[in-house]
């Protein structure tokens, strides 16, 4: 079964066994006639990282040589979850491993399962970013990744008695196999200090000269393409003691004093702040920003600079893209780099930046935009303050003369944010300096346009653009979903789908097809026993593999409305309790699955875990619902425990109050999956019901434009009366922790309820009745399940980054010859 092809390239099983045996003893230190499982996963990833090591440098040659455009994707987030199994399919080689592993005795399966996460993010944005990657990847774009190496990614949450704690995650501490450490690929970063003028041919120039230096080193770490030879990299920084940190220290004699602090230097890469939503003005995460920003700016000219004499082609060369406003201190450094040590003057150093920057915005809400204080960036960074005051001052200056002395929006969208606490708005500073403003779905642009950037937006019509987010199908159908994988492939007659996400539209041909219905439900029922066992071994609760798995997977956050979930199960809860036995009889039955972490200083988010968790111990525990209705919470929800839950899930939630998920993710990757979605007109979801059709989705809740007027109404607004009713069993103590429930009640409660839980409950309870009612029909829902994967191909980030391509980036296909 393997060709002479895989003998040529090594990769036939005896060629792997022998790469991987040497890795045994060699790379593992272990006897190659004794090793356990974690060993022979250790060194299967080194087998897999040399080849991406090879295809790496083929493509770097190749780039080096056509010197194309650029694209440099700076994120301080990236969730890329587990390496192996993407990359052996990206590499195309993951049935050869899979045989030379078995000859050797193990499951290539199970050793998968050995790999612990990179979790060097928070959620969607950092999710977005790695699904973005791998597009980038496999459609030969020549494109870089720049973020930070953090020592400790997202916390682990642990649950304890029901209630979230949190725990570090020290992901490196078995060693990393993925990453390539490049010890002489470093840059110094300078901090504080001071800036002085000084004249060289007669020009005066700003000279900063800093009070702190730390090195950042790169830690490379290859993403190759599907289908292609093309790898390219994603480099991490870490930051490391400089030689030059604080030399006084050891002139003054206090020698381990001084080795000491030296160590403090690796604090600025070593933990991933967990999303609070709100900036804080914390030094330590400006330190940061600053270090990813400097390290890959360095990086990026110095590359530039290898190929080129002068700046004249830089626009032509290089496009940056900030993901969010967390780097756009880069708008600045490049100024400085420019003018400072470029010499280029203002003018020339302006035209170019003007060139290079595109945004985009992962918010909606206007509390999350960050801005730092003046006082902060200024002694942090002396020389970027001033810059960014010049950018201003020109900025205003032109303003003026646009639209006059109206003093309120001028002062709406200068840089600087008067007041108390003067403030730098990062937004703004990313708007003005960016040729391209892009939302994450067209609804989201909408909202850009009309209410969070209206003043830039009617300034610069043009700068203002979307690009529907997207979710790369090599991740989230072939990797974590090989059975409907080799079902799409045999009825579409093709692989080609998995490059070409367009003929996925074909499987509607067969849509009433009872052949291809008996092979889809039985690729639902793998998936679902495989999360069963998933469930039971994590929380010893057995869950009925005829039941509806009903899953609630995202950040918990108000806005998402985890909240309207738990009341509506307590709802159906109190529902079967009043029922007679017959009636019972005709209850479908479901499993509830939620899962997510809350930041760690998100009080509420804290509140609504733990009432799941009390509300499920007292359904699950109570023998009148049986298998009617189970409620698990899935802790620690990361990438790979999404790749178990998302196969196996019949209908999935995205309940956010209208107006407020600026796209969402998720539910692309449930919609491949053939997963029924129950949502609010939000976000993406709008598109979505134009590619696969109202009938074929659970729609409830208000309309964006409905929202303004709901909220208004305050404590005249209507509630249901089982709204009242659910919400009075918690505030009562039904389910016990009255005093810990009381906040949480009084915020959906009496006018207070800002998302809206009460407005929309009755039609909330309606869809939910819906989906049951679909359910029964076990014809009319495999066919809405295929209508849901075979119209989910806009959906695919593929479609995402080809648009970025065209219309933001101006970068074109470089493809690496096999
Ligand atoms: C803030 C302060 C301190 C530390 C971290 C943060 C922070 C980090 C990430 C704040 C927000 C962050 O991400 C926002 C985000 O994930 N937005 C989501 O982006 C997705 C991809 O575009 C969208 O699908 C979601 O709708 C959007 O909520």
């Known amino acids: 079964i393997f060709g002479l092809m895989d003998v040529f390239l090594k990769n036939d099983p005896i060629s792997l066994q022998k790469d991987i045996l040497d890795h045994v003893e060699f790379t593992v230190a272990k006897s190659r006639f004794s090793f356990d499982d974690f060993e022979a996963y250790q060194a299967l990833a080194h087998s897999v990282r040399d080849r991406l090591i090879e295809r790496w440098h083929d493509t770097q040659i190749h780039f080096s040589k056509k010197d194309p455009k650029r694209l440099y994707f700076l994120s301080l987030e990236f969730l890329m979850g587990r390496s192996l199994s993407n990359s052996v399919i990206n590499l195309g080689v993951r049935d050869q491993f899979a045989d030379a592993l078995s000859q050797l005795g193990f499951e290539f399966e199970v050793l998968a399962e ?3 996460d990179a979790c060097l993010g928070n959620g969607g944005l950092a999710r977005l970013s790695a699904c973005q990657m791998e597009s980038l990847a496999t459609l030969d774009y020549p494109a870089i990744g720049y973020g930070l190496r953090y020592q400790y990614g997202l916390f682990r949450q642990v649950i304890l008695d029901g209630f979230q704690h949190e725990q570090p995650d020290y992901w490196l501490n078995f060693g990393n196999p993925w990453e390539i450490a490049r010890i002489h690929i470093t840059y110094t970063v300078k901090f504080y200090g001071t800036v002085t003028d000084e004249v060289l041919n007669k020009e005066k120039y700003k000279v900063w000269v800093p009070g702190e230096m730390v090195e950042a080193v790169a830690y490379d770490n290859p993403i190759p393409g599907y289908g292609t030879r093309n790898t390219i990299v994603l480099r991490l920084w870490a930051a490391k003691p400089s030689d030059q940190h604080n030399m006084e220290a050891y002139n003054t004699g206090d020698y381990v004093d001084a080795v000491v602090n030296r160590q403090r230097a690796e604090s600025i890469s070593s933990i991933l702040y967990p999303d609070d939503r709100s900036y804080q003005g914390k030094e330590l995460q400006l330190k940061q920003q600053y270090f990813f920003v400097s390290a890959s700016v360095q990086d990026i000219i110095r590359r530039f600079k290898d190929a080129h004499k002068n700046f004249d082609e830089f626009p032509e060369k290089v496009a940056l893209q900030l993901n969010d406003t967390h780097p756009s201190l880069t708008i600045a450094e490049v100024m400085r780099v420019l003018l400072d040590e470029e010499h280029l003057g203002w003018n020339r150093a302006w035209d170019i930046v003007c060139k290079i920057f ?4 992962h918010t909606v809400s206007p509390d ?3 801005k730092i204080p003046v006082d902060l960036l200024g002694s942090l960074l ?6 960014i005051y010049d950018i201003n001052f020109n900025f205003v200056e032109n303003l003026k003369k646009m639209i006059g002395l109206d003093y309120d929006r001028l002062a709406r969208m200068s840089i600087v944010e008067e007041g108390a606490v003067k403030n730098i708005r990062m937004a703004n500073l990313a708007i003005i300096c960016s040729h391209t403003v892009n939302g994450v779905s067209r609804l989201h642009s909408e909202l850009l346009k009309t209410k969070l950037f209206k003043d830039f937006y009617e300034l610069w019509p043009h700068k203002f653009h979307y690009k529907t987010n997207g979710v790369t199908q090599r991740r989230w159908i072939v990797v974590s979903n090989p059975s409907l994988c080799a079902l799409i492939s045999k009825w579409l007659g093709t692989e080609a789908w998995i490059r070409d996400i367009d003929l996925l539209i074909g499987l509607r041909d067969y849509a009433t097809n009872s052949e291809l219905h008996q092979e889809w439900k039985m690729v639902k029922k793998v998936n679902k026993i495989r999360l069963a066992e998933y469930i039971e071994a994590m929380s010893g609760l057995k869950v009925s593999l005829d039941a509806m798995f009903d899953v609630h997977t995202k950040r918990v956050h108000e806005y998402k409305r985890q909240l309207l ?10 529902c079967i309790k009043n029922m007679n036995k017959n009636d019972r009889r005709k209850v479908v039955p479901r499993v509830c699955i939620i899962g997510g972490k809350a930041a760690p200083g998100y009080e509420m988010a804290k509140k609504i875990i733990k009432l799941f968790h009390v509300v499920a111990e007292k359904i699950n525990n109570d023998n009148d619902i049986g298998d009617l209705l189970k409620l698990v919470f899935i802790p620690d929800y990361n990438v790979s425990v999404a790749e178990l839950v998302i196969p196996g899930a019949d209908l999935s939630q995205h ?22 979605l129950l949502a609010t007109e939000d976000g993406s979801t709008i598109e979505m019901i134009e590619e696969i059709g109202r009938d074929n989705i659970f ?32 505030r009562e103590g039904h389910f016990g922790f009255k005093d810990y429930f009381k906040s949480l009640c009084d915020k959906i409660e009496g006018g207070n309820d800002y998302f809206l839980l009460g407005a929309d409950f009755a039609s909330y309870i309606e869809a939910q009745a819906a989906a049951d009612k679909a359910f029964v029909d076990e014809e009319r ?5 295929i209508l849901c994967a075979a119209g989910s191909g806009k959906f695919s980030s593929d479609r995402t980054i080809q648009e970025y391509a065209e219309k933001t980036w101006g970068i074109q296909p470089c493809r690496c010859a096999f």
């Open 114 to 116: 050995q790999e612990g």
């Open 358 to 361: 595109s945004f985009t915005t």
């Open 368 to 370: 999350s935009l960050v």
């Open 382 to 387: 002396p020389r970027h303050l001033q810059i």
């Open 565 to 574: 979930n738990i009341l509506g199960i307590i709802h159906r809860y109190d």
């Open 655 to 676: 309940l956010s109050t209208a107006g407020h998920e600026a796209s969402g993710t998720s539910s692309m990757k449930f919609l491949m999956n053939g997963c029924l």
């Open 699 to 730: 729609l409830f809740g208000a309309a964006v434009h409905e929202v303004p007027a709901l909220r208004k109404k305050g404590p005249a607004l209507k509630v249901p009366l089982q709204f009242l009713r659910v919400v009075r069993m918690i």
């Open 781 to 785: 829902w495999t066919k809405m399940s």
